[in-house]
């Protein structure tokens, strides 16, 4: 089945500073999503974005479908951005793989 | 509703006991899916449904683990005689249609803890 890679697994940042989060996928696919996981548990959508750049924000996120890779970048970190990112890409029927997330620390 | 709600919000249960966990998908949303996250993991899928249909139950961990919608709206997951290895996080989440163009929300989720 195909495999969902993020990349760091773990981002340690100040309060202020940018950042680049990485999701690598093993096959083609037709829908990405990012979620956010905040402290609490909740997933957050942020973006659906199956090819090309949104922006949303201080968020934008980037797919580059043809080479299977999505980077989602993140600008003037705020504390309130602390938690979990997932990526996730559909498989076969209509079940979502996601990625192993990325955990990150914003520091005031 | 303006979200996807999932209710008990938490759920304690002594091993070999029955659960059932429900999940409020957004009105007018025709797929539903459960995951499971266990602690510190990522989020494994279950089932999905299209309107009442099941096709696909071959995620479901084990024949202890069952689900069911009823009028193409409020989802059941039933986990029979608990084990320890059922404690997790499980999330509902839901879309307009079923397929690939469309995007999942998901509910808040309900922690069982088995003991």
């Known amino acids: 089945g195909i495999q969902v890679e993020q990349s760091p697994p773990d981002l340690i940042l100040q309060e202020g500073a940018n950042s680049t989060l990485r999701c690598n996928f093993s096959d083609s696919v037709n829908n990405l999503q990012w979620f956010h996981q905040n402290p609490w548990g909740q997933l957050i959508n942020l973006f659906y974005?199956?090819?090309g750049t949104k922006q949303n924000g201080r968020l934008s996120a980037t797919t580059v479908a043809t080479e299977r890779y999505s980077l989602l970048y993140s600008s003037s970190s705020q504390t309130t951005d602390s938690g979990v990112y997932f990526c996730a890409v559909i498989s076969g029927t209509y079940k979502y793989i996601f990625g192993t997330g990325t955990r990150l620390k914003v520091l005031a | 509703g303006a979200g996807v709600s999932q209710s008990p919000s938490n759920k304690v249960t002594e091993k070999g006991k029955d659960v059932e966990l429900r999940c409020d998908p957004i009105?007018?949303?025709?797929?539903l899916y459960w995951y499971r996250q266990s602690l510190g993991q990522g989020l494994e899928f279950l089932i999905y449904f299209q309107g009442n249909s099941a096709p696909d139950k071959s995620g479901l961990p084990s024949d202890r683990f069952s689900a069911e919608r009823t009028g193409g709206s409020v989802s059941t997951l039933t986990i029979q005689r608990t084990q320890q290895e059922d404690s997790a996080v499980y999330l509902c989440?839901?879309?307009?249609?079923?397929?690939?163009?469309?995007?999942?929300?998901f509910g808040p989720g309900t922690r069982l803890t088995v003991t």
């Open positions: 009105s007018g949303h025709t797929a």
């Open positions: 989440a839901s879309s307009l249609f079923l397929g690939q163009g469309y995007e999942q929300y």
């Open positions: 974005i199956p090819s």
